[in-house]
T-cell receptor, first 112, second 115 residues
Framework: RKEVEQDPGPFNVPEGATVAFNCTYS??????FFWYRQDCRKEPKLLMS???SGNEDGRFTAQLNRASQYISLLIRDSKLSDSATYLC?????????????FGKGTHLIIQP | DGGITQSPKYLFRKEGQNVTLSCEQN?????MYWYRQDPGQGLRLIYY???????QKGDIAEGYSVSREKKESFPLTVTSAQKNPTAFYLC??????????????FGSGTQLSVL
C-alpha cells in the first residue's frame, strides 16, 4: 500500500525562527508533490508545488529528494500566522483519484 | 469568481436519518472528490468521480452514496448505515485531464454531527 508519512508534531517554534519538516513517501514512481496548509476546521489550501529542482516562494522553500524519497518544507523568519497544519500530497503517475495520497499533516505552532 | 461551494457549513443528523451534503463547482473540472477528516487525522477518500455519470468508491465508501448527474455537482449522501458519521467533510476538484501536476482545490467543508 502506498504510504505518505509525516511527523505529526506539534512543532513549537519561537517567532522569527526557521523550521523545517519532511514528508516521506513509499512509491518510487510518484510523479508530483504538493504542500498544503490547513487551518483548524478550514479547508486545505495549496501552499506550493514541489519541483525536482526545488522551489522558493518568499519565506517558504520546498525541496524534493527522489533518492531518499522525501519532500521537505522550510519556513524562514516564521510568523505567528504560519501556525497551521501542513499536509503533503503525493501524486502517482496516471493522475487518477487513487493516485493522490495525503499525509496526515504536521502541526506547527509559532509562539510569540 | 470560480470555486467550489459546499453547503451547509454545519449539519446535524438524527439517528436513522439520511442527509445530503452539497458540492458545486464552476471551475469546469472533470474530477471531483469527497474526503472525510476526523480530528487529528488525515483525509480519507470516500468517493470520486472523473466524469459525469461515473464514480468510484474510495477507501471508506460504506454508508455513503454519491451521484454525478451534472459536471458541476457531486452531492454526497450520508446514509443511516454510516454508524459514525460525525466528521468534517471536504469536497475537492481538479481538471482531471490526467496530468499529475494538476492541483486539487477544496470547498470550505461541512461539519456533520449526530444529535
Amino acid at each position: 500500500r502506498k504510504e505518505v508519512e509525516q511527523d505529526p508534531g506539534p512543532f513549537n517554534v519561537p517567532e522569527g525562527a526557521t523550521v523545517a519538516f519532511n514528508c516521506t513517501y513509499s512509491n518510487s514512481a510518484s510523479q508530483s508533490f504538493f504542500w498544503y496548509r490547513q487551518d483548524c476546521r478550514k479547508e486545505p489550501k495549496l501552499l506550493m508545488s514541489v519541483y525536482s529542482s526545488g522551489n522558493e516562494d518568499g519565506r517558504f522553500t520546498a525541496q524534493l529528494n527522489r533518492a531518499s524519497q522525501y519532500i521537505s518544507l522550510l519556513i524562514r523568519d516564521s510568523k505567528l500566522s504560519d501556525s497551521a497544519t501542513y499536509l503533503c500530497v503525493v501524486v502517482d503517475s496516471g493522475g487518477g483519484a487513487d493516485g493522490l495520497t495525503f499525509g496526515k499533516g504536521t502541526h506547527l505552532i509559532i509562539q510569540p | 469568481d470560480g470555486g467550489i461551494t459546499q453547503s451547509p457549513k454545519y449539519l446535524f443528523r438524527k439517528e436513522g436519518q439520511n442527509v445530503t451534503l452539497s458540492c458545486e463547482q464552476n471551475l469546469n473540472h472533470d474530477a471531483m472528490y469527497w474526503y472525510r477528516q476526523d480530528p487529528g487525522q488525515g483525509l480519507r477518500l470516500i468517493y470520486y468521480s472523473q466524469i459525469v455519470n461515473d464514480f468510484q468508491k474510495g477507501d471508506i465508501a460504506e454508508g455513503y452514496s454519491v451521484s454525478r448527474e451534472k459536471k458541476e455537482s457531486f452531492p454526497l449522501t450520508v446514509t443511516s448505515a454510516q454508524k459514525n458519521p460525525t466528521a468534517f467533510y471536504l469536497c475537492a476538484s481538479r481538471p482531471g485531464q490526467g496530468d499529475t501536476n494538476e492541483k486539487l482545490f477544496f470547498g470550505s467543508g461541512t461539519q456533520l454531527s449526530v444529535l
